[in-house]
């Protein structure tokens, strides 16, 4: 058995140096049947002794037992985001801002090309891989060391006769092109869905409860920081972390390079966007970092993002394509927007078939017809627009649009969006009252108001595509139920231009009947937080049109119940802003619990306001609270605040002041 033993541990030994040179180094010492038979000559030994099994071979890459579940993870230190720059006027600001804090007249960065896919977090014990995790809020996130572990590039031990007693490593996972295009055929060619880009993929991958799903997918790790190292001699710079992290046995960029200047800075920026498409990997933009660790330190980071580094993005992808067709989108409030139908066009990671044209205005002043060549991009990498005619690839087929005289459809579509709206979520919350279901009433004309919807009988209902007698039943119980309902809701599902479920709970917060709020008056309504002579004119528009009042009167003859908003609860005299972005539920949601139980949220922030719910990447709405001192509350925090059981002045009070 000591013989075996031996055997087993030079075999393994051996093997990862190959794993090592071959998806770290990129450089190859035996061909891949040679590594094959050595890997097989491991799995015989293994087999024919199964108690040298652990889980550091690399036989166990392969991966194991499927997860019943993900579990949560704190990090050791906070996995940061980075805050985001993208031109060169604010590039040269925020080098300002850095040598002024350090107050210096010149400053080393650290340039790094911004690979585009999911960040990691490594941690290693005594040189043997314990665990990784996903970013999540910057505080937690998924242990996914199962998936990590199939990853041929992340050592599952360090090369290093000394290892650090504890490493905390930050890298990015990601598929190379030529990688991801051989998945893709390989997807195909077995009949399966092929993936929209590279990110997802990877990202899909490291997230599956099966570690089989991303051994099966070419993973591979670039890292790029040492969070925490414990005894061992710290990096000095983020050069030396690259350099120490390399010795270590991980991978790291080769193109990176160290800068004197802003200028520098640039000109490496704009040399990594003009090769972008001839890299290997996919990025979205170039990292900039303070090289000087100490530096690092004293300028320290606000909440989720770092003071020492920035992400300098690049602008966003173009592509051109045809207009097939030019349409008119209805939205809810009757607003008419023409949208372009493309012919489809991969750009920015997403394969794009229509794009916004704004509004007539903006369709006339472009001069876009149907036929013509044009350059689409995705503003921000989201949303699809066309950026401008090629009209020098105009075809003479190719006539301006006008604008139809008569619209004979759009009333129809306009009420079925707004029918949609009342029965939505956070609105009156009729469940199973689908989109489908909706248009099919409006179209039967069995719903032309919303009153109508109270009214419905279940032989209507039957009729209806789809629809059998136990599913109509539990709609039918659905609109009963939904007869209850509050004054904040109301007012949201009515569809009033400009008054989004935070201007309804303040609107249900200052007038607290139907009565009171049909006599309101603009200069009234001006006076409630944050909502503007705009809004506060659309509302008392709203107010003053018979039809509108009809319908409300309508609704309270079909058995509407409006019951007190906050459950015979006062508001309480405090006031937040709610920024970022939130794990748990949608920043909406949390808006809506707070003004439920009697918390008057706001939009900006002021002296007048008591505490900011902070999420991920709040932005200024941060720094603006912190100059003022104010209560910053964040995620994991958040549900101690909205425990209704203990709500009340005094509980709030406590909260804020930590007792």
């Known amino acids: 058995m000591d013989e075996k033993k031996k055997q087993v541990k030079l075999l393994r030994k051996e093997l990862e140096m190959h794993n090592y040179q071959y998806y770290v180094l990129d450089n190859p010492f035996i061909s891949d049947d040679e590594f094959d038979s050595l890997y097989q000559k491991l799995i015989q030994l293994e087999l024919d002794a199964p108690s040298l099994v652990d889980k550091y071979s690399p036989t166990q890459r392969v991966g194991g037992e499927p997860l019943a579940a993900f579990t949560s993870v704190d990090h050791l230190s ?10 060169s006027e604010q590039f040269i600001n925020f080098h300002k801002r850095a040598k002024q804090t350090i107050n210096t007249s010149s400053i080393d960065f650290f340039g790094e090309p911004k690979l585009d896919g999911l960040a990691i977090s490594l941690v290693y014990e005594d040189g043997s891989l314990v665990r990784a995790v996903t970013r999540g809020n910057g505080k937690r996130g998924e242990d996914v060391t199962h998936n990590a572990r199939t990853i041929k590039s992340i050592p599952l031990t360090l090369t290093s006769l000394a290892p650090p007693t504890l490493l905390e490593v930050r890298g990015e996972i990601y598929i190379e092109k030529a990688q991801f295009d051989r998945l893709n055929q ?3 060619a077995e009949n399966k869905k092929t993936f929209v880009n590279s990110r997802n993929a990877a990202a899909g991958a490291l997230r599956q409860l099966d570690p089989k799903v991303a051994a099966s997918r070419p993973l591979t790790i670039c890292c790029y920081g040492i969070a925490r190292i414990e005894n061992h001699a710290s990096p000095v710079t983020q050069e030396d972390s690259l350099r120490l992290l390399k010795s270590f046995g991980f991978r790291v960029s080769e193109d990176t390079v160290l800068l004197k200047n802003e200028n520098e800075c640039i000109l490496y920026f704009e040399e990594l966007a003009a090769k972008r498409q001839s890299l290997t990997y996919d990025i979205d933009g170039v990292v900039f970092k303070v090289n000087q660790i100490s530096n690092q330190q004293l300028m320290g980071a606000v909440a989720k993002a770092p003071r020492w580094a920035v992400a300098f993005k690049f602008p ?9 067709a030019i349409d008119i989108q209805v939205g809810r409030t009757g607003a008419l927007t023409p949208v372009a139908r493309l012919e489809p066009i991969f750009v920015g990671g997403a394969t794009v078939t229509n794009a916004t044209l704004h509004n007539f205005e903006e369709l006339a002043r472009k001069d876009i017809r149907v036929g ?8 921000g990498d989201v949303i699809p627009e066309v950026v ?6 105009r075809p003479p087929e190719a006539v301006r649009y006008e604008v139809p005289n008569e619209l004979p459809d759009i009333a129809i579509e306009q009420l079925i969006k707004k029918v949609i709206h009342f029965v939505s979520k956070k609105a009156l919350d009729i469940d199973g009252l689908g989109d489908k279901l909706v248009a099919q009433l409006v179209k039967q004309k069995h719903v032309v108001g919303f009153s109508d919807l109270f009214n419905l009988k279940k032989e209507c209902l039957l009729l209806l595509d789809r629809l059998g007698p136990k599913s109509a039943d539990k709609i039918l119980l659905a609109i009963a139920t939904s007869k209850h309902t509050t004054f904040r809701r109301l007012i949201y599902g009515m569809g009033i231009l400009g008054v989004g479920e935070e201007t309804a709970a303040r609107l249900a917060d200052s007038f607290d009947s139907l009565e009171k709020i049909k006599s309101g008056t603009i200069e009234e309504f001006e006076k409630i937080p944050d909502i503007g002579t705009v809004v506060s004119r659309s509302i008392f528009d709203w107010f003053s049109k018979d039809g509108n009042i009809e319908e409300l009167d309508n609704l309270l003859t079909a058995g509407l119940v409006i019951e007190n908003s906050y459950n015979g609860q006062k508001t ?4 937040c802003v709610v920024t970022g972005s939130f794990d748990s539920m949608k920043r909406s949601e949390i808006v809506r619990n707070l003004n439920e139980i009697g918390i008057r949220t706001a939009n900006a922030v002021s002296k007048s306001v008591d505490f900011l719910v902070c999420g991920d990447s ?8 912190n100059e003022l001192g104010i209560k910053i509350v964040y995620q994991d925090e958040l549900m101690g605040l909205l425990d209704k059981k ?14």
């Open 78 to 87: 906070p996995m940061l985001s980075l805050g985001n720059v993208f031109n």
């Open 186 to 188: 390989r997807q195909k």
């Open 316 to 324: 966003a992808e173009e592509a051109i394509t045809l207009i097939r």
């Open 372 to 379: 013509d060549s044009v350059v689409v991009r995705r503003a």
């Open 388 to 393: 401008k005619v090629l009209f020098e690839l």
């Open 572 to 575: 309480i005299d405090f006031v």
């Open 618 to 625: 709040p932005g200024s709405k941060l720094e603006k609270a």
């Open 646 to 659: 203990a709500i009340g002045e005094k509980s709030i009070k406590a909260f804020l002041e930590g007792k």
